[in-house]
């Protein structure tokens, strides 16, 4: 092992001590970051030294801290900040700020900003309330965006990191599989990247998503859908099977995806969305037994009524099929077809 040597400039030891003291002075937070930048500064400007001899061949014989004592209490102290800094950040709402910056970068100035953003994101990526305001925010779309037209390794490094950290935080990892993320990872491994941690970290990222594929089953997939508002003729919707099996599964949260469902036909002004919405209402009336009375009851009569009269064929033609099978109710709702 190499010896420690003092740290001192011309045989006079440098004001560490004073810096030191200032750096765990509570009382200014300016002044012990200008004493932790000094410090930090001074240590980057060492004299190298090579099996413990000093690159000028002389150490110092004066005692005092050494390099490492220096480099501890500045790693120590930025430590002790990080938390605070997140904190305050997160509640004077600047997670926002750091979400339109997310996108795709076509110059270096651009590129280096995008860099610092996703860097951001990725510390924030470990503390809690962070994650709760990205998971309602459209960072993980942009960051999917970012991540399939960047070239630059670092860029692609720092995401990938990200999307590591949110895997198995909430239903980020539903999300990621909803956005073709393990498609986009296999394309990311045929690339020629020099960087190993990138390649571990896409590595453990393909086995965390393949891990969620495996969970997600076909009402977390369909719920999932419907919570993010992607409402399509995916086959599930039209598959009476899975209306069998898992309409109990309807019943969970209050009715969460029924209520869903009726806020999306308030809401929504696709089509496709609307139709979707109408139909499987219509399918929940159809399979669970007190069904008409549920619908009733969370008044989705009269959103499915005012869209009689849409402007699209496919709308008005689900939406008729619903309203059917409210004044029917189960027992004849099962002679009407879509």
């Not at 005692?63 to 950040?89: A, M, Y």
């Not at 630059?152 to 990621?176: C, D, H, P, W, Y």
């Not at 998503?209 to 086959?235: A, E, R, T, V």
Request: charged share 25%; aromatic share 8%; glycine share 4%.
């Amino acid at each position: 092992m190499g010896v420690e040597c003092d740290i001192s400039v011309n045989g006079r030891p440098m004001p560490f001590t004073s810096l030191s003291k200032l750096l765990l002075w509570k009382g200014n937070w300016f002044i012990q970051e200008k004493s932790c930048k000094i410090l930090a500064l001074i240590v980057s400007a060492r004299p190298r030294s090579q099996d413990g001899i000093v690159a000028n061949g002389e150490a110092s014989k004066i005692r005092g801290p050494t390099i490492n004592d220096v480099l501890k209490e500045v790693v120590d102290w930025l430590c002790t900040q990080e938390p605070v800094v997140r904190s305050s950040f997160v509640r004077a709402d600047g997670v926002k700020l750091l979400i339109p910056l997310i996108t795709p970068a076509s110059t270096q100035q651009s590129n280096q900003l995008l860099y610092e953003t996703c860097l951001c994101v990725w510390l924030l990526s470990y503390y809690e309330p962070a994650i709760e305001y990205l998971a309602t925010s459209r960072a993980l779309p942009r960051l999917v965006d970012v991540v399939k037209s960047s070239t630059k390794e670092k860029v692609v490094r720092v995401v990938v990191l990200i999307f590591r950290n949110l895997l198995s935080k909430g239903t980020f990892g539903a999300q990621m599989v909803d956005l073709g993320l393990p498609q986009i990872v296999q394309s990311l491994k045929a690339q020629a990247w020099s960087d190993e941690d990138l390649l571990e970290a896409l590595n453990h990222l393909e086995d965390g998503l393949k891990d969620n594929i495996k969970k997600l089953s076909s009402f977390d997939k369909y719920k999932q859908d419907i919570l993010l508002g992607h409402l399509d003729w995916s086959p599930m919707h039209k598959d009476p099977l899975f209306w069998r099996d898992n309409i109990s599964c309807f019943e969970e949260n209050d009715f969460q995806v029924l209520r869903v469902l009726i806020t999306i036909m308030d809401t929504s002004n696709d089509p496709r969305a609307l139709a979707v919405a109408c139909f499987d209402l219509s399918q929940f009336i159809q399979h669970h037994p007190a069904g008409r009375v549920i619908v009733n009851d969370l008044k989705a009569k009269e959103r499915v009524m005012k869209l009689m009269n849409h402007d699209s064929a496919e709308v008005t033609k689900n939406a008729l099929l619903c309203i059917q099978r409210v004044f029917l109710g189960a027992k004849y709702a099962s002679f009407l077809q879509a």
